[in-house]
């Protein structure tokens, strides 16, 4: 409704601006057959020229997949132990390219999952400070502070987490070990350097906190005024008339932010590249030295340089599967989006 | 849950009683039906007063950190109004005090990293802000005299290649983002196959991983060029690729918020669809697509990896983007970090310099995208 008569302005000006200029009468004229006949060409190509740009997303799409294919193959075919480009430098020391691979994709869904388990809360905290709690003229400033979160490079948090993070985690990582070393997570030794997933998992953590706080504060701001204000009138206190009436409703937005959230992590390259000193093992050590289990991307990105071309496909081949299973996180996420976006939302609001 | 409920409605009743005759002063004789049983209006800030110099008190004994210190205090907090409003109030209203202020929290956490990020880099990259180190070309510099190498800050070849890879960028996913969206928006059937598979398709273009984006773009160049194929162009291509669905996803919202009358009402004047399209539809929304291509240059203006497989790195002046790597700033900072050349010192304070001048860089971008949004948005339609 707003947006009708709002948006309305700009057409009668535009329509007066087109009015005095020289070429727009004659588009207006009851004898509009000439003008149509001559805008059809500018028409044709306009439109042909729009779907061929919808039409290169797919191709550009389809390429990025054939191509890292491609340069895959060869890596993923070859004998890892006889090859001489495979069997020395990083890549030394596998049979094959899955048993090279697979700790890595440990480590990528590990670390992601960390910084999930630490991010994901605060995230939907947030969210519920900028929807329901803050003042509403603050709402909008305190919204665009957590998004300049999203703007800071994300080579610059890992500058961050290593000048910053990295020592004041130090003493935090002592006490884990000493009062919970004896579960896997904390065992030692513990890091003297605080180069630890830990470490990269904090600031994981805050990379993906924008991405969950948007999307959860879309979603918490769609609840219907009137459940909102039905718990309200039961005598709900804020609290109850959240837990009745909001999160039932934006459970489903929730997940699907969380899970894209994942998929930030999971491709997320600086933060582990710079912070943590890693391994290529499996491990669920979070604070040691010489047990950090390294992500795919930041294996990339640290190997890339100085690997021999066959190397390097083997590194675009891990890039592949980084691929794949970010895919498959941000497909999961966008069905359950739209399976819940769908009818049964649109039917409430009617209802409401 | 129920009976804690009528509870509250049978303490809450004498509200609704006229309060005749009834002293309603604080000061006044028996309880006052209207605040018994509620904790005075500012004792959230009483309780976190409290809670502060109990555990400054507690730090200043045990050797004093500011991090333990806040942590403790928020601790004391939450039990202490917790507490407190169980026993005045009830547990209902304690769960909510409680909640209330771990959200609050949880802001304030969000708060310190970026508060903290860009007061280190500010800190720490101010000194390399010299005049030198904006127009200089650094790298190494071997004096045959002496037999000494000399690193030389300088991140003029670190701007340039930034501005050249970005604006590329920027030139081939500006006219194919906006295109497609209005192509989405305007064009297509929603019911036809090609709008369903775009849109979809530009969903998972969302989630490419920067560096797989950077990985093909090697790869393609690979394929045509040979083994040493980095260039500035390749980059580009890969921040395209980034790029595209943030265009496409920020114009397809604006051109959704072009109400259907104005269309309608150019329909019904004759005109054509192309012109409609160009002279009513995009002027009206011209801010919010403006602004949207802001952010997306912001976006990509810092990411690192891709630039860095499809680019590599270089101290060398090159402005050439087909003319082999090309060095950007964000990559200056990661290989100055993590590569640094003999002199370690001067690479770290190159890369905090290139920092500094990228987070510089890319809070103009976004003042610039605000400031575009606020002066040329429709009265009205934000």
């Not at chain 2, 917790?82 to 909510?96: H, M, Q, W």
């Not at chain 2, 202020?101 to 007061?119: E, G, Y």
């Amino acid at each position: 409704m707003t947006d009708n008569t709002t948006a309305r302005p700009p057409l009668t000006s535009n329509a007066a601006r087109s009015g005095d200029s020289d070429r727009g009468p004659g588009a207006l004229k009851p004898g509009a057959g000439t003008s149509r006949a001559s805008a059809r060409p500018g028409d044709a190509v306009f439109r042909w020229l729009s779907t061929g740009s919808a039409a290169s997303i797919m191709v550009i799409l389809a390429g990025v997949a054939l191509f890292l294919i491609i340069k895959a193959l060869p890596a993923i075919g070859a004998n890892w132990s006889t090859n001489p480009d495979l069997s020395g430098g990083t890549t030394a020391g596998n049979a094959s390219f899955w048993q090279y691979v697979a700790p890595l994709i440990w480590g990528t869904l590990w670390s992601s999952l960390i910084a999930l388990v630490l991010g994901a809360p605060v995230a939907i905290g947030i969210a519920l400070f900028i929807s329901h709690y803050a003042p509403r003229r603050l709402a909008n400033v305190l919204g665009y502070l957590v998004d300049l979160l999203a703007a800071v490079p994300s080579v610059v948090f890992g500058l961050w987490g290593i000048f910053v993070i990295r020592p004041f985690i130090i003493p935090f990582q002592d006490w884990l070990n000493e009062f919970f070393g004896w579960i896997p997570l904390f065992a030692g030794p513990v890091s003297r350097t605080g180069s630890t997933l830990l470490a990269g998992g904090i600031v994981l953590a805050v990379m993906i906190l924008p991405i969950i706080t948007s999307i959860s504060r879309e979603i918490f701001l769609q609840t219907p005024r009137l459940h909102e204000e039905a718990a309200l009138a039961l005598g709900a206190t804020k609290w109850e008339m959240i837990r009745l009436a909001v999160f039932p409703y934006a459970r489903s937005g929730i997940v699907s932010a969380t899970l894209l959230g994942l998929g930030r992590a999971l491709g997320e390259t600086m933060a582990i590249a710079l912070i943590i000193s890693p391994s290529l093992i499996f491990s669920v050590k979070l604070i040691t030295d010489s047990a950090n289990s390294q992500t795919i991307a930041a294996n990339i990105a640290l190997n890339f340089p100085e690997s021999n071309p066959l190397q390097r496909d083997a590194l675009i081949a891990t890039g592949l599967a980084l691929f794949v299973i970010s895919l498959a996180v941000n497909m999961v996420a966008r069905l359950v989006v739209r399976r819940s976006s769908g009818a049964p939302r649109r039917s409430r609001k009617d209802r409401a | 849950m129920s009976a804690t409920a009528t509870d509250t409605v049978r303490a809450e009743k004498p509200q609704g009683v006229p309060g005749g005759g009834r002293p309603s002063g604080p000061r006044g004789p028996g309880p006052n039906a209207f605040t018994s049983g509620q904790l005075p209006r500012f004792v959230e800030l009483y309780t976190l007063g409290v809670a502060l110099l109990l555990s400054g008190a507690v730090f200043a004994l045990i050797g004093f950190s500011i991090a333990g210190c806040l942590v403790t205090a928020a601790l004391i907090y939450l039990v202490g109004i917790g507490v407190l409003s169980t026993v005045v109030e009830n547990r209902r209203k304690a769960t909510d005090r409680v909640v209330r202020s771990l959200v609050m929290i949880a802001f304030l956490l969000a708060m310190i990293p970026l508060v903290s990020t860009l007061a280190t880099v500010v800190d720490h990259g101010w000194a390399s802000m010299t005049w030198q180190f904006i127009t200089g070309t650094g790298g190494s510099v071997f004096d045959p005299a002496t037999l000494k190498v000399t690193v030389v800050q300088g991140a003029l070849q670190a701007i340039v290649g930034t501005l050249i890879i970005t604006g590329i960028a920027a030139l081939i996913s500006i006219p194919i983002g906006i295109l497609t969206a209005i192509y989405l928006v305007e064009y297509a059937q929603p019911s036809q196959w090609m709008p369903r598979t775009v849109t979809f398709l530009v969903d998972v273009m969302t989630g490419i991983p920067s560096i797989v984006a950077g990985l093909f773009a090697f790869a393609l160049a690979t394929l045509i060029v040979g083994p040493k194929a980095f260039s500035g162009f390749s980059a580009a291509i890969a921040l395209s690729v980034l790029m595209i669905p943030i265009v496409v996803r920020s114009t397809e919202e604006m051109l959704k918020l072009v109400s259907m009358d104005l269309r309608e009402a150019s329909f019904a004047l004759g005109v054509t669809k192309f012109a409609t399209i160009v002279k009513v539809v995009l002027p009206t929304a011209i801010a919010g697509i403006v602004t949207g291509v802001m952010l997306a240059i912001s976006r990509v203006i810092g990411e690192t990896a891709p630039i860095f497989i499809a680019a590599s790195f270089t101290d060398n002046f090159n402005a050439n983007p087909f003319g082999g790597a090309m060095q950007t700033l964000p990559v200056m900072v990661y290989t100055g970090y993590k590569f640094p050349s003999s002199d370690i010192a001067v690479s770290y304070q190159s890369a905090w310099g290139a920092a500094l001048l990228l987070v510089l860089l890319v809070v103009v971008l976004n003042l610039i995208a605000r400031i575009v949004a606020r002066i040329f948005s429709p009265k009205g339609l934000r």
